[in-house]
């Protein structure tokens, strides 16, 4: 039996549709332990990751590997005073370090905050403060050690963990894990206990850090299994740097409660050729990227890759000519999916119904998913409206949906009022009951498979002084899907001109991370305003497509 077996229950008809599906599991449940060190117990030798970096090195790790190194990592932690309830944030790229560390982490009790190696000293005081974090575990490339030193000055931060490298102020993962015993006594987790604290950004303020407790390894058999396909004894890759969630959709625990093994490849600059031949050298067989990786490769037209057997999208809208023309030469069909950092997935095509291009699917079968008004009528379909989670059928919320938003409860409360969760995305459902992507109301920004909130951008703009006000929004961009423009209305004194523009990019560019970079701008001489004072970002995008 298949571990994930243990945790679940399935019934299908006679035409193998998906009739019911349910999470089992106890009370005190730790992925860690009842996972990994259950695999390796049975399967010691059994295939978990294959990693390998763009100088050509590679490792194949198994379940009895991880299982010794979690522990090693779990005893070099204790041993310096981080253990149960302790905020750990974690910024180790693809770097196969990452999931040992991810692993011990949940066997300590710990919640792990998963962060980019992207960002700036303000990005990691700014979390590091809110979700109050003891210490830090940081690749030990792109300066990552001197900026959290500097960051350590202007926060409550203890420790700074690197690995492979000793650095003055730190500790050296990789020389402590060496001298640590294999062996880890059980440190007893509630699965209602929290796990992870993942930081997402947001229109109306800072980035928020989502909560998700231990039953949220779990829900991701429905990610693996259904919508992804990952299948026992196989490899499955997903392209998604660590410290974003999707990392935890496809680079960790649904692949391994069904048995598949994970692909890692690290790098930092994207090569399609690159990933084209990583695919066929492992022989790849179920793959998820976000839109942007296929745009490139259908593009180029790399895409012979035979060893794949299914392939999934998400993270934004796929272009529908992107899907047709990338089955045209693989006769796989790109499945889409779609849910966010507090939830797992949502709706997907599932293999039960054929799949339609652009179609974000239909409802998982861990949610009862609504499209409601303003309102919170129920829309008639072809109506948009906003995607939200129902309740289960206990009334409770379930599983895989945040426990709550880190040192904001008012905004957790805001995100379930009216007894439902809402996403804050619309969409809207045709009569065959697939769901079709509309807009995102928090004008979240999608650029190159990122989020980027557009408050974040304007925080840095307004330090300029030739910027009186500004407005931040994504604009449709072939290759990465959005791209981000900025409107701005100048200070006086000022006068537009393309100097300007070019230094006002510049000094914003300068202080954001790479993928928040503004790509155009225009100077406008009013801002569309509404009633209460509040640029409304709808009119601007409406302007850019006039």
């Given at each position: 039996m298949s571990i994930?077996?243990?945790?679940?229950?399935?019934?299908?008809?006679?035409?193998?549709?998906l009739t019911d599906f349910s999470l089992e599991y106890p009370e005190n449940y730790n992925f860690g332990y009842d996972v990994v060190d259950a695999i390796a117990k049975e399967s010691p030798s059994k295939q978990a990751m294959v990693w390998c970096d763009v100088h050509g090195n590679e490792k194949t790790f198994t379940f009895e590997d991880?299982?010794?190194y979690s522990n090693q990592v779990c005893n070099a932690l204790s041993?310096?005073?981080?253990?149960?309830?302790?905020?750990?944030?974690?910024?180790?790229?693809?770097?196969?370090?990452?999931?040992?560390?991810?692993?011990?982490?949940?066997?300590?009790?710990?919640?792990?905050?998963?962060?980019?190696?992207?960002?700036?000293?303000?990005?990691?005081?700014y979390r590091l403060e809110k979700g109050n974090m003891k210490a830090t575990i940081c690749t030990h490339e792109n300066e990552a050690p001197a900026r959290f030193l500097e960051?350590?000055?202007?926060?409550?931060?203890?420790?700074?963990?690197?690995?492979?490298?000793?650095?003055?102020?730190?500790?050296?993962?990789?020389a402590e894990m060496e001298k640590a015993s294999t062996e880890f006594e059980r440190v007893e987790t509630l699965a209602t206990e929290p796990l992870l604290n993942y930081f997402t950004s947001g229109t109306t303020g800072q980035p928020k850090g989502v909560i998700h407790n231990h039953s949220y390894t779990l829900a991701h058999i429905v990610t693996a299994k259904y919508?992804?396909?990952?299948?026992?004894?196989?490899?499955?890759?997903?392209?998604?740097?660590?410290?974003?969630?999707?990392?935890?959709?496809?680079?960790?625990?649904?692949?391994?409660?069904?048995?598949?093994?994970?692909?890692?490849?690290?790098?930092?600059?994207?090569?399609?050729?690159?990933?084209?031949?990583?695919?066929?050298?492992?022989?790849?067989?179920?793959?998820?990227?976000?839109?942007?990786?296929?745009?490139?490769?259908?593009?180029?037209?790399?895409?012979?890759?035979?060893?794949?057997?299914?392939?999934?999208?998400?993270?934004?809208?796929?272009?529908?000519?992107?899907?047709?023309?990338?089955r045209e030469a693989t006769g796989l069909s790109i499945l889409e999916g779609y849910g966010q950092t507090e939830t797992t997935l949502i709706l997907a095509n599932l293999p039960w119904f054929e799949a339609k291009p652009g179609a974000m699917g239909k409802p998982t079968p861990l949610y009862n998913v609504s499209i409601r008004n303003s309102?919170?009528?129920?829309?008639?379909?072809?109506?948009?409206?906003?995607?939200?989670?129902?309740?289960?059928?206990?009334?409770?919320?379930?599983?895989?949906?945040?426990?709550?938003?880190?040192d904001n409860p008012e905004l957790y409360a805001n995100a379930w009022s009216g007894g439902v969760y809402h996403t804050g995305d619309t969409a809207w459902r045709d009569e065959e009951g697939y769901f079709w992507f509309n807009g995102r109301s928090d004008d979240i920004i999608k650029t190159g498979g990122y989020r980027v909130g557009p408050y974040e951008i304007e925080n840095v703009l307004m330090e300029h002084p030739a910027v009186l006000e500004c407005s931040v929004v994504g604009v449709p961009d072939p290759l990465r899907g959005q791209a981000i423009k900025a409107f701005v209305l100048l200070s006086t004194g000022y006068e537009a001109s393309s100097d300007l523009k070019k230094e006002i990019k510049r000094f914003c560019n300068e202080r954001t991370s790479d993928y928040k970079w503004i790509r155009f701008m225009d100077f406008v001489d009013e801002m569309p305003k509404t009633i209460s004072g509040k640029i409304k970002k709808r009119d601007l995008k409406e302007w850019e497509n006039a």
């Open positions: 994930y077996q243990q945790f679940c229950r399935e019934e299908y008809d006679s035409q193998g549709i991880v299982s010794k041993a310096k005073g981080i253990g149960k309830g302790d905020t750990v944030m974690v910024m180790l790229k693809r770097h196969y370090e990452y999931w040992f560390v991810a692993v011990a982490l949940h066997k300590l009790g710990a919640i792990m905050a998963p962060v980019t190696h992207m960002l700036t000293v303000g990005d990691m005081v960051a350590k000055e202007q926060s409550r931060l203890e420790q700074i963990w690197t690995i492979k490298e000793s650095i003055d102020g730190c500790f050296n993962l990789t919508w992804h396909r990952a299948k026992d004894n196989g490899l499955h890759f997903t392209v998604a740097e660590t410290g974003w969630a999707k990392s935890s959709w496809g680079k960790l625990y649904g692949q391994w409660l069904v048995g598949s093994a994970v692909m890692v490849f690290d790098f930092d600059s994207f090569d399609p050729r690159q990933l084209m031949m990583i695919i066929n050298k492992y022989k790849v067989n179920t793959f998820c990227a976000p839109p942007t990786i296929y745009r490139y490769l259908v593009k180029t037209g790399l895409m012979e890759m035979p060893s794949l057997e299914h392939v999934t999208t998400a993270g934004e809208a796929l272009n529908p000519e992107v899907f047709i023309r990338f309102d919170g009528t129920i829309t008639e379909d072809g109506e948009v409206g906003e995607i939200v989670i129902l309740p289960n059928e206990n009334g409770e919320k379930p599983t895989g949906v945040f426990s709550t938003y880190s």
